[in-house]
C-alpha cells in the first residue's frame, strides 16, 4: 500500500484544501452519477457486540487457539493486538462449502443478466456506505488485523474506494464488445468481434493482511463482471468477514437481486481445499508460494483456472543523489505500514555506498521514536501496531537471529515487544548488512524489519536485486530520472515505481501482479477485469449478402486441381510483390474456369 499521505501532501499543500478540494470532487462525481444511473436507498447496517466500541470487555486468552473441545464445529476468533476473545465463527465443511457456491451459482445466472447501469448502482451504494462509515470500517479492520486506525484508512478504505471509483468509471468501457479490424483479404467480407461474458462464480482465498479491502477487492470486479464470488477469509480475521458482508448484501437486496451472489467461507486449511475443489469457475489465490503450490494442485483435478499473487521481496532502490529528508517518510512507510504485512512492502533496502552511512543512521533516529502499542486503547495515534499471527512472532525472531549469527549488525529492535505481552507485538527493527547466505535475504519478512544493504556500482546492485525468487513490486529513487529508468529496465519484477512507493496500487488502471515465485495472472486494471470474464470471439457477414461460400473445386468430392487453386489464392493475399499478386490472380481465375468446364 503506498504511502497516501506522503504522496498527496509532500508536494507543499496545505491539507485542509486538498480535503476540501477532493470532498467537491467527490460530490460532482455523486452528481453526474445520479443522472444516469439509478441511486439505491442508503445502506444502514446494524453494529453487533465487538462492533460497537473502541475499548470492550473481553476475555484475554493469552494462546488464541482456533478450536476449543467446549464448541466443537466452530473456529474462534481474537484480537491479535490484546489476545481477547471476539467470539467465534463456523468452521466449514466441504458440505457446507459446495451448498455455499451451489447457492451462488443460482444468483448469478440472474446477476449475469443485469446491466452494466445495475451494477454501477450496487458499487456505488456500497461507495457511499463506505464513506459514510469510515470510523465503523477501521474499528473493525483494526481490532481484527491490529493494524493502527491510519494504517486502516490507508490500505483498507482508500483503495478500495479507488477500486470502487474506477470500477465503477472503467468498468462498461472496458467490459463493452470489442469490434476487431485489421482483417486480411480472405476476411474483408467478415466482422469480427470479442464478447465477455462472466466465467461464473469466483473463488477467492483471501489472506490476513487486510481483511476489508481483501474481501471487496474481489466482490468490486466480480460483481462489475457479472460473476457471483465466493471468498475463503483468513483464519486469523474471520470474525470482521460478516461485518464486511453486510453492507454488500444490503445493496444487492436492494437492487432486487440474491444476496447469495456474494457470500464467504470460514475454516482453516481443510475449508479452503474445499474452495479450490468445488465447482468455482475461477480460483484467485493471495498468499505464500509454498500454499500457492497446493492451490495450482487442488485445482487443476477441475482444471480450474487460478491467478496466484504471492510472496514478494521488493527491492528499494537508493542512489547517492537523493534527497535524505524527502526519502525518510516513504521509506519509513513503506517498511512500517501495517507492521511489514504488505505484499508490495518493502523488504529489501539498497542504498547506494556514498549514502548508507547517513542513510543507516537516519533511520535509526526515526525509528527509535516509533510509538507501538494497543491501538484502540489510545486516544492518540499509534505509529506500529500488531503482527496478525502469533506465529509470525517466531517467524521474524528466526530470521534475524540467523542473520545476527552470520554477522549482520542489529541496529535497534531485534524483538519481541513483550512490555506489550500477550499482544503479538514484535519491535521495530533496523538490521543492515544482510548478504546471500541469510535467510532474510531469501525469506519474506512480513513485519516490521527495515533491512538496509550498500551497494558501489549498477552492475553490483542488479545483482543482489535480481538474485531472489520473487519479483512483484519495485521501487527506484534518484534525482536523475534517466538514470532511475535505467535501473528499473533491469529490475525482474511485475511492478515498478520510480520516485515513489506503493503508488501503482492506487492507479487501479494498472495490472497488479508479479514474476517468478510471486506468481502469475494479474487483477486489477483492464487485465485483472477482463481475467474474470471469458472472452468469445465472434463473427458474422460484414455487408448484406457477403456470404463466405466454399469454391465448387473445393466442395465434395472435390476438383484435381483444387490444390493448385488453394496456392494461388494464398499468393493473392501473402505475396509481398505486386506482380506475384497479379499472377496468382490469374492462375485462380484459371483454374475456377477449368473447374467449372471438367465439372
Not at 183 to 204: C, M
Not at 272 to 284: C, D, F, T, W, Y
Request: proline share 5%; charged share 20%.
Amino acid at each position: 500500500m503506498s504511502d497516501f499521505g506522503h504522496t498527496m501532501f509532500g508536494m507543499g499543500l496545505d491539507v485542509t484544501h486538498v480535503a476540501g478540494a477532493v470532498a467537491a470532487l467527490i460530490a460532482m462525481w455523486f452528481m453526474f452519477l445520479r443522472k444516469t444511473d439509478k441511486v439505491l436507498p442508503q445502506i444502514t447496517i446494524e453494529l453487533k457486540g465487538h462492533e460497537k466500541k473502541d475499548v470492550i470487555d473481553a476475555k484475554v486468552v493469552p494462546d488464541m487457539p482456533f478450536v476449543i473441545p467446549s464448541e466443537p464445529g466452530r473456529m474462534q476468533c481474537y484480537d491479535p493486538c490484546t489476545a481477547q476473545h471476539l467470539g467465534s465463527v463456523e468452521l466449514m465443511s466441504k458440505a457446507r462449502v459446495d451448498e455455499i457456491v451451489a447457492k451462488a451459482h443460482v444468483a448469478q445466472k440472474q446477476w449475469a443478466k443485469s446491466t452494466f447501469s445495475e451494477r454501477r448502482s450496487v458499487l456505488n451504494a456500497i461507495l457511499d456506505y463506505y464513506i459514510r462509515h469510515t470510523d465503523d470500517v477501521v474499528r473493525v479492520s483494526v481490532r481484527d488485523s491490529g493494524k493502527t486506525r491510519l494504517g486502516a484508512v490507508l490500505g483498507e478504505i482508500t483503495p478500495t474506494l479507488e477500486k470502487l471509483r474506477w470500477t465503477i468509471s472503467a468498468g462498461e468501457d472496458i467490459l463493452k464488445t470489442e469490434y476487431r479490424g485489421n482483417h486480411g483479404l480472405l476476411t474483408l467480407h467478415k466482422s469480427a468481434r470479442v464478447e465477455w461474458h462472466p466465467v461464473g462464480v469466483l473463488g477467492v482465498l483471501a489472506p490476513f493482511n487486510y481483511p476489508c479491502h481483501n474481501i471487496l477487492n474481489h466482490v468490486i470486479s466480480g460483481l462489475m463482471a457479472g460473476d457471483g464470488v465466493v471468498t475463503k477469509v483468513s483464519e486469523h480475521t474471520s470474525w470482521s468477514a460478516d461485518f464486511y458482508l453486510r453492507p454488500i448484501h444490503a445493496a444487492l437486496k436492494s437492487a432486487g437481486y440474491s444476496p447469495d451472489l456474494v457470500s464467504v467461507v470460514t475454516g482453516l486449511g481443510e475449508t479452503g481445499a474445499a474452495l479450490v475443489s468445488s465447482k468455482v469457475n475461477k480460483v484467485i489465490f493471495t498468499g505464500s508460494d509454498r500454499v500457492g503450490k497446493m492451490v495450482m494442485k487442488g485445482a487443476s483435478e477441475n482444471l480450474t483456472p487460478v491467478v496466484l499473487e504471492l510472496g514478494g521481496k521488493d527491492p528499494f532502490i537508493v542512489c547517492k543523489d537523493v534527497d535524505l529528508d524527502w526519502i525518510t517518510p516513504t521509506a519509513l512507510r513503506g517498511v512500517f505500514q501495517n507492521c511489514g504485512q504488505n505484499c508490495i512492502g518493502i523488504e529489501r533496502i539498497f542504498v547506494e555506498e556514498p549514502l548508507f552511512d547517513q542513510f543507516v543512521k537516519r533511520m535509526e533516529a526515526e525509528i527509535m521514536r516509533i510509538r507501538q502499542g494497543v491501538p484502540l486503547a489510545n486516544e492518540k495515534e499509534l505509529d506500529l501496531g500488531a503482527s496478525t499471527m502469533p506465529s509470525q512472532i517466531p517467524h521474524i525472531q528466526r530470521l534475524i537471529d540467523d542473520a545476527v549469527a552470520k554477522g549482520a549488525k542489529l541496529v535497534c529492535g531485534g524483538k519481541r515487544n513483550k512490555a506489550l505481552l500477550p499482544g503479538n507485538f514484535y519491535e521495530p527493527t533496523l538490521i543492515t548488512g544482510i548478504t546471500k547466505d541469510m535467510l532474510i535475504a531469501e525469506e519474506e519478512v512480513f513485519g516490521p524489519v527495515m533491512a538496509v544493504s550498500k551497494w558501489s556500482s549498477e552492475d553490483d546492485l542488479m545483482n543482489k536485486v535480481n538474485d531472489c525468487p520473487y519479483g512483484l513490486g519495485s521501487s527506484v529513487f534518484s534525482a536523475d530520472t534517466k538514470r532511475a529508468e535505467r535501473l528499473m529496465e533491469r529490475v525482474s519484477a511485475g511492478m515498478g515505481n520510480i520516485n515513489d512507493f506503493g503508488i501503482n496500487y492506487l492507479c487501479q488502471s494498472l495490472p497488479f501482479g508479479g514474476v517468478k515465485a510471486s506468481g502469475f495472472g494479474r487483477f486489477a486494471g483492464k487485465e485483472g477485469l477482463q481475467a474474470c470474464c471469458y472472452p468469445k470471439s465472434i463473427t458474422t457477414d460484414a455487408f448484406p449478402g457477403a456470404k463466405t461460400s466454399i469454391p465448387k473445386p473445393w466442395c465434395y468430392p472435390t476438383a484435381d486441381c483444387g490444390s493448385h487453386i488453394a496456392a494461388d489464392l494464398l499468393k493473392m493475399a501473402y505475396a509481398p510483390a505486386m506482380g506475384a499478386r497479379a499472377a496468382a490472380l490469374v492462375g485462380f481465375l484459371k483454374g475456377l474456369a477449368t473447374a467449372k468446364t471438367t465439372a
